[in-house]
């Protein structure tokens, strides 16, 4: 099995930092994009920042210049680090991967279950 185990959520006062990590573990053949996703109470899932497996990046505009998503392939880790904390940035926030297991023939998209991040006025 694969799976996606985030950590580093927290609560946190408007202007601190926060560093979330995602490890991906199991039968990986290779790891094509990973990224981060949120999702704050009453709305919808969004892209917070996304990494392909040669370093290209997009963000969402509400984070740019404040994250910095990173990967370690060697470790089939995930980062985001997070500066200039705002309250708008509370949510549950998802590490996502698309995945080419070993034993398939096509990459397939895998979620974890989220760490939770409150930013405090």
């Known amino acids: 099995q694969v799976q996606l185990v985030e950590s580093g959520g927290g609560l946190v006062q408007a202007g601190g930092s926060l560093r979330l990590s995602c490890a991906a573990s199991g039968s990986i053949f290779r790891i094509n994009a990973m990224g981060w996703y949120r999702q704050a109470p009453g709305k919808e899932r969004e892209l917070v920042a996304a990494i392909t497996s040669g370093g290209r990046t997009n963000y969402n505009d509400s984070v740019k210049g404040r994250f910095t998503i990173s990967r370690d392939n060697a470790k089939n880790t995930v980062y985001l680090q997070m500066n200039s904390l705002k309250p708008e940035d509370t949510a549950v926030y998802y590490c996502?991967?698309?995945?080419?297991?070993?034993?398939?023939?096509?990459?397939?998209?895998?979620w974890g279950k989220g760490t939770l991040v409150t930013v405090s006025s």
């Open positions: 996502n991967a698309d995945i080419w297991r070993s034993s398939g023939s096509y990459y397939k998209d895998y």
